[in-house]
C-alpha cells in the first residue's frame, strides 16, 4: 500500500556503505532452493488475493453500480478540497523524510526543490506501481545519480524512508488502539485487553529503542546487516515526520467517509493503520483490494455503497491526481536533461509539420466561424437560455448574438490570410477566435461553440511561428475553392434559420423585436450583420489599389547607382529607372531588382552582382522576401549561367526568346558578309544622314530636340509608353547616358541612349526613339554607326535586345507553353511584328543566347506573364504611384 517494504535490494554498492549481508539469515537462504521459495512465495501471495477477493465479495455482494454512482453524487465538493490539503500535507512529510535521509547520509548540497520534486516523484510511484525498488527506488537512482549521489547513498535514503513510515504507523496505530481498543476487536477479533497490550508494547518498544540508542555508537549489526544509527535530533526528526504523515494521509480518508459513520478519528487511525499493514503485506500495486477490504471490515456494516465510493475518492484523491502530477514532472525532467536531443528532434518535426500548419489553422478557424454562424441561425436550448437569463441582462445576450454571426462572417474571411501565412491575419485571428469563445458563452451558453473557438485558438496560439509574412489581414485574395465555401457556408446558416424558423409569421417588426425567446429575431439581425461583413469583404477586394514595390530611397538609390557602375552587364542600367524596389545584399555589392504586380514578386533579369556568390545568395534571399509578403517569386528574362541555381532554388522555367548579342570582333564590311551592311551604310550616307555621339555632359542642354522627337514617336504607337522591362522617357535617366544621334541634314530625327557595362567591354541600347518621317534605313544607320564606333572603343560585343517568342523548339513533344509560344511567332504579327523584328536582328549575324522566366509553382506561366505585362504597361505611372 502507503510503504515502502520493498526497499531491501542488494547491490554490490550495499558492501561500501556498510549494509554487509551475514550470519544465520544468510546461511538459511544458502540452504533452501532459490525455486523453492519463489514458488512458496507465489502460492502465498495467490491464496492471499483469493481472500482478499472473496472478502469484498462477500462484503458487498449487495452494493450495486448506481448506489455508488449515487453516493459519489452526493459528496460535497468541499470534503474533497479538504482531502486534497489533507493529502497535501502527507506528501509534505514524504518530501520531509527525503531530506531528514539525506543529511543523515552526509549530502547536504543539493537544492530542497530539486530534493522535494524527487521524493515526490519516488512516493507517488511507489504508492500507485508498487515495488519500492524498482518504481520509487528507480527513480530516485536515475535522479540523484545525475548529481553526484554513489548507490550506497541513495540506497540508504530509500531504507530510512521506510524506516521512517514503519515508526510513525507504529506509534500512531499505538496510541490509537490504547484509546479506542474496541477497533481492534471489531477488526481483528481480538479482545479489548489485548489490544490495549499490544498498543502498550509498541510504545514501550520504540520509547526503549530511543534510549538504547543515545547510548550506542553511530552504527548497529542486526544478523549481519550494519546500519548507521541517526542521532538523537534526526530519531525525534523521524518520528515526527512519520506520524505528521500517517495522520494526513488518514484525515483524507476520513474526511470523505460519509457524515453517519459512527467512528470517530482515533478509531478510524486503527482501521487506516490496519488497512496499510494489510495492502503493504499483500504485495499489490497500491495494495489495492486488501486495503479497502480491511476499511470495509472495520467500519459500520449499513453503509457499504458509501463507504466504497468514499475509497473510490480517496484513490483518485490521493493516489492517481498526485501520479499523473507526477509523471508530468519526470517526464518534464527527462526531457530537460536531453533537451539539446529533444530540441533538435523537435525542429526536425516542426520542419516536417510547419509547412501544413497554416492550412490547418486556415481550416480550423474556417471551422469556427461555419460553426458560429450556424449557432447563430439556430434556436437557442431552452433550458440554457432560463439560466443565462438570471446571470445577464437582455441586452448583453442580444448584442453577443449579433456580435457572434458578425466574428463568424469575419472568420471566414481572415482565414484565407492565414493560408498565406500573414501575420496580421494571425493577429486578427486570435482576437476573433477568443471573442466568438466569449459571445458564445454569452449568447446562450453554447459551451461546445465555445470550445470549437477555444480549440483553434489554441492551435494559433502554438503555430504563432509559422505566420510571419506582412501584408494586410485582408489583402489576401481568396482561390476559387475557397469562395465556393464560404457562399456554401453563408448559404447553409441561411438555409437553416428559414428552415428552424419556418412557422414564424415574418414581417418588418420581427427586426425590432427584443426577447428572450426571440430566436428569429435575433437570426434575421446576426444574417444581416454577417452580410455586410461579406459584403464590405468584396467591396475592399474590388477597389483595392494593386500592391507596388516601394521606391528606393536617396541614400539607397546612390548605392545602386554604384553596384551598377561596378558590373560587366549594361543590362543593369535599367535600375536608374527609378521604377522598381531593391534586394540588396548582405556585403552591398549586388542587389535584385524587382517589382510587384498582385501575387507576383517579379524580378527584373539575373541578379546585379560580380561575384557569383553574391548572386546565388541573391536569389535564395529574393525568394525569402516573396515568401515573407506571401508573393510567388520570378526573375524575368535570366540567362544560362545561373540556371543550375535556380533550379536548386526550386524555380522551373519558360523559354521566352533570344538575345542578339554581336561579337564586334567578327563586325565588318570586308567580303561577301559585310556587302549588305556596306549598301546600308552607303544608302544613308547618300540620303545625308549623319551620325554623332552626344556626352551625357551635353544632354542637357539638347533635351528639348530629343523630348520633341520622343513626343513625336509616341503620337504613334498604339498604348502607351512601357517601362520595367524597357526605358521610358524621364529627364534625369535620359540625362544619365551618351546619346546616339542620327541627323537629316544637321536636324536630329533618331536617337537612343547608351549602355556600357564596366570596362566598356558590353555595350547595349535602352530608349530608341524617331521621327515618324525619317528617311528609309535610318534604324539601319543608327546601328551601324553605334557598333563601329563600339568596336572603335574596344567594346567586344553588342547586344541588340531580346527578340520575343523566337527561338522556341519545333517539335511536337516541346513543353506546351513552348509549342504555345512558337504558334504566337508565326501567326500573332497583327499584335506584335515578332518575326520582323528577328529577321532586322538576325542582318548583323549575331549570336542567338536563349532568356527564360524562372517561376514556381505549377501552371504559373500565364499568371506570370500577365503580372509581367501589368507591370512593363505600367511605364512612368509607376514613378506616380510610388510618389
Known sequence: ???????????????????????????????????????????????????????????????????????LANTRGWVILAAFAASALSYCALVGYEHVALRQVGVTHLRPRFVAVTAFISYSFTFVLGFGVLTGGAVRLRRYRTVGL???????????????????????????????????????????????????????????????????????????????????????????????????????????????????????????????????????????????????????????????ASLILFRLVYYLVPFAFALVLFVAGEVGASRARVAAIGSRAAQTVMPFVPRIAGLAVFGGGVVLLLSGAAPAEGTRLAILADLLPLPFVETSHFLASVVGAALLVVSVGLLGRRRASWQIAVALVGAGAVFSLFKGLDVEEAAVCTTALALLLASRRAFYRGGGAWGATPSWPWICAMAVAIGLSVWLGFLAYRSVDYSRELWWRFALDGD????????????????????????????????????????????????????????????????????????????????????????????????????????????????????????????????????????????????????????????????????AERAGLGFRIVPAAEVPSMLPQLRAISDAWLAQQKGREKGFSLGFWSDPYIERFDQAVIEHDGRPIAFANIWRGAGGRQVSIDLM????????????????????????EGAATFNLGLAPMSGMPDHSLAPAWSRFARLIYEHGNQFYNFRGLRAFKAKFRPDWQPRYLAYTGPLAVPRVLMDATRLISRGPGALQRQD
Not at 617 to 641: K, S
Not at 643 to 672: C, M, N, R, T, W
Not at 769 to 792: C, Q, Y
Open 520 to 683: 428569429a429575431s435575433r437570426f434575421l439581425r446576426g444574417t444581416l450583420g454577417a452580410a455586410i461583413v461579406l459584403a464590405g469583404y468584396a467591396l475592399y477586394r474590388v477597389v483595392r489599389a494593386p500592391s507596388a514595390a516601394a521606391p528606393p530611397g536617396k541614400d539607397e538609390f546612390e548605392k545602386i547607382a554604384a553596384i551598377v557602375g561596378q558590373v560587366e552587364d549594361p543590362g543593369a542600367q535599367l535600375a536608374l529607372l527609378g521604377d522598381k524596389s531593391f534586394l540588396i545584399s548582405g556585403v552591398g555589392t549586388g542587389f535584385v531588382m524587382y517589382g510587384v504586380e498582385g501575387k507576383t514578386v517579379l524580378a527584373m533579369g539575373d541578379p546585379v552582382a560580380d561575384d557569383p556568390k553574391v548572386a546565388v545568395d541573391l536569389i535564395w534571399r529574393f525568394r525569402e522576401l516573396a515568401d515573407r509578403c506571401g508573393g510567388d517569386p520570378a526573375f524575368y528574362e535570366v540567362g544560362p549561367q545561373l540556371l543550375p541555381h535556380y533550379i536548386d532554388a526550386g524555380f522551373s522555367f519558360a523559354k521566352l526568346g533570344e538575345v542578339a548579342i554581336v561579337d564586334l570582333a567578327k563586325f565588318s564590311f570586308q567580303g561577301s558578309a559585310g556587302a549588305k551592311l556596306r549598301q546600308a551604310k552607303s544608302r
Open 1 to 71: 500500500m502507503r510503504g515502502t517494504a520493498d526497499t531491501t535490494v542488494e547491490t554490490p554498492a550495499a558492501a561500501r556503505s556498510g549494509l554487509v549481508r551475514s550470519g544465520w539469515i544468510g546461511a538459511l537462504r544458502r540452504r533452501i532452493p532459490p525455486s523453492a521459495v519463489r514458488y512458496l512465495g507465489l502460492a502465498v501471495l495467490a491464496l492471499l488475493l483469493i481472500s482478499i477477493a472473496a472478502e469484498l465479495h462477500r462484503v458487498l455482494r449487495d452494493v450495486t453500480l448506481a448506489d455508488i454512482g449515487a453516493a
Open 150 to 308: 554513489a548507490p550506497s547513498q541513495i540506497l540508504a535514503v530509500t531504507l530510512l524512508g521506510a524506516v521512517s513510515f514503519w515508526i510513525g504507523l507504529a506509534l500512531v496505530a499505538a496510541v490509537c488502539v490504547m484509546i479506542e481498543p474496541s477497533v481492534v476487536s471489531a477488526v481483528a477479533g481480538l479482545p479489548r485487553g489485548a489490544g490495549i497490550a499490544a498498543g502498550a508494547g509498541a510504545l514501550v518498544a520504540v520509547a526503549g529503542w530511543s534510549v538504547w540508542h543515545r547510548g550506542r555508537s553511530a552504527t548497529l549489526n542486526v544478523s549481519g546487516w550494519t546500519v548507521r544509527l541517526p542521532d538523537s535530533r534526526t530519531s525525534a526528526a523521524i518520528v515526527l515526520l512519520g506520524m505528521a504523515d500517517i495522520l494526513a494521509a488518514a484525515l483524507a480518508l476520513w474526511l470523505l467517509l460519509p457524515a453517519d459513520i459512527d467512528i470517530g478519528y482515533p478509531g478510524f487511525l486503527v482501521v487506516f493503520a490496519l488497512a496499510t499493514v494489510a495492502g503493504v503485506v499483500s504485495h499489490v500495486p497500491g495494495g489495492l483490494g486488501a486495503f479497502e477490504a480491511v476499511i470495509l471490515l472495520g467500519l459500520p456494516l449499513t453503509a457499504h455503497a458509501e463507504i466504497a
Open 769 to 792: 526613339r524617331h521621327v515618324p518621317d525619317m528617311p528609309n534605313g535610318t534604324m539601319d544607320a543608327m546601328f551601324i554607326s553605334l557598333m563601329e564606333a563600339a568596336k572603335a
